[in-house]
């Protein structure tokens, strides 16, 4: 899992240790296992939402999958044909591997080895992602993260918009003890800042947890919490009983203004760690009309993204250059 990760933990800035007296801990409502799926022209995702947990519950986040981790034999990458988004942002944080973007606009670019790719569909855009021709022709490792983010109505409309978020610039930061790595790709944790600019206020983090440690996140009382395992056993929430995860598993945690994660002593994975997401944000709290890649708040508005689709006004796929 060659996800950025330092050299030397020690040196990162440190989460300051969280006294248990004045903070509300989170406890558990559920925890859930990801469906399996396939997406795209056919390559396998776990979906921890929606499903069990619902995208009220999720809000303001629409949709997750974890893409992979597979490894494919030479000739089988497989991405996904050209197709349009409206009303919301989607977030592809690359792990292992490599993805090719292009689209309408004349964006485009390589997402890989712990690079995240925000991109801002608003009003419109037709996109594709592909593994690059050399991981289609060596096969490899594959295993990244896209994440939806909804946009509240006056933003839905914005125009589409990009940041590519490199691998040195995400925000990394250690446990108290030094017994966790957190990689803060956006939001605000702990008074640090993650390079990811939200539109809508969300906090999003990937953390790889040692056997037997502990991580105490502070975290937003006005932001809802979920930790999804993307591999590794453990026990997430407070009280006398927390609640067990292991892969591909969501916890979704309930009121208070911290987060409690533990690895177990013994771990089984490619890097004998917990490897965890860590993500919440504020429900926007609006009504919600979807059919396929449209978001937007009303049926109406809806119909009229299909109708600006099919009359070209999301854009046109270019023509390859020969």
């Known amino acids: 899992m060659p996800a950025v990760t330092p050299s030397d933990i020690l040196v990162l800035p ?3 240790r ?4 004045l903070a509300s801990e989170r406890h558990v409502l559920s925890v859930t296992t990801a469906v399996k799926t396939f997406e795209g022209e056919g390559f396998p995702v776990n979906r921890p939402f929606p499903g069990a947990v619902t995208m009220a519950q999720a809000d303001p986040f629409l949709l997750m999958d974890q893409m992979g981790e597979v490894e494919y034999a030479p ?15 989607t977030v592809t944080y690359m ?24 991109m801002t569909a608003g009003d419109g855009i037709l996109h594709i992602e ?10 490899g490792l594959f295993h990244g993260v896209q994440l939806w983010v909804n946009l509240p109505r006056e933003l839905k409309r914005t125009p589409a918009q990009y940041q590519d978020i490199t691998a040195d610039s995400v925000k990394m930061l250690a446990s108290d003890d030094g017994g966790a790595l957190v990689r803060l790709i956006a939001g605000d944790l702990a008074g640090y800042e993650g390079p990811g600019q939200t539109r809508t206020p969300i906090t999003y983090a990937h953390a790889t947890v040692s056997p037997g440690a502990e991580l105490v996140l502070p ?13 590794g056993q453990g026990e997430v929430g407070g009280g006398v009983h927390p609640a067990r995860i292991a892969d591909h ?8 203004d911290s987060i409690r994660v533990k690895a177990a002593a013994k771990q089984e994975g490619p890097t004998n760690a917990l490897e965890i997401l860590v993500l919440g944000g504020k429900p926007l709290r609006e009504p919600i009309a979807h059919y396929g890649p449209f978001v937007m708040n009303t049926r109406e508005e809806v119909i009229e993204a299909m109708e600006d689709f099919q009359k070209g006004r999301m854009g046109h796929v270019p023509i390859p250059h020969t």
């Not at 592909?130 to 096969?139: D, I, M, Y």
């Open 14 to 16: 440190r989460i300051p």
């Open 18 to 21: 969280i006294d248990s007296a």
């Open 75 to 89: 000739g089988e990458p497989k991405g996904t044909p050209w197709h349009p988004h409206r009303g919301f942002e």
């Open 95 to 118: 792990i292992d591997g490599a993805m090719e973007h292009s689209d309408s606009i004349g964006g485009g670019g390589l997402i890989k080895d712990g690079s995240t790719q925000w």
């Open 130 to 139: 592909k593994p690059p021709e050399s991981l289609v022709a060596s096969g």
């Open 219 to 231: 975290w937003n009382p006005e932001f809802n919490a979920m930790v999804y395992v993307l591999t």
């Open 249 to 256: 598993q969501l916890a979704l945690f309930g009121q208070g």
